[in-house]
């Protein structure tokens, strides 16, 4: 089993920033890969980045060249968002990839004001 707790998000103008961090517990070294989701309100939840062990990265074309993944540790992922626009609001999930399963965080919300 692997637990997901997410941190950072909130309010910001366009424009701005916000860095989500999420934190795993459990049996950690199984993950790969790990990375964040997003579900806006009306849609379906969709891929926003992953990274795997190896560091190998993934983003959605909406987000590439203004969010960077990031992986500090084998249990912590870092999402830092720039540039941030309106569509981007949405609540984010974190999300794991291990050896007996999936598993997600209890989302964070981001919303960005025009």
């Known amino acids: 089993q692997v637990q997901l707790v997410e941190s950072g998000g909130g309010l910001v103008q366009a424009g701005g920033s916000l860095r989500l961090s999420c934190a795993a517990s459990?049996?950690?070294?199984?993950?790969?890969?790990m990375g964040w989701y997003r579900q806006a309100p009306g849609k379906q939840r969709e891929l926003v980045a992953l990274i795997t062990s190896g560091g190998g990265t993934t983003y959605v074309d909406s987000v590439k060249g203004r969010f960077a993944i990031s992986r500090d540790t084998k249990n912590t992922v870092n999402l830092q968002m720039n540039s941030l626009k309106p569509e981007d609001t949405a609540v984010y999930y974190c999300?794991?990839?291990?050896?007996?399963?999936?598993?997600w965080g209890q989302g964070t919300q981001v919303t960005v004001s025009s």
């Open positions: 459990g049996s950690i070294f199984s993950i790969n890969p």
């Open positions: 999300y794991a990839n291990y050896r007996r399963g999936t598993s």
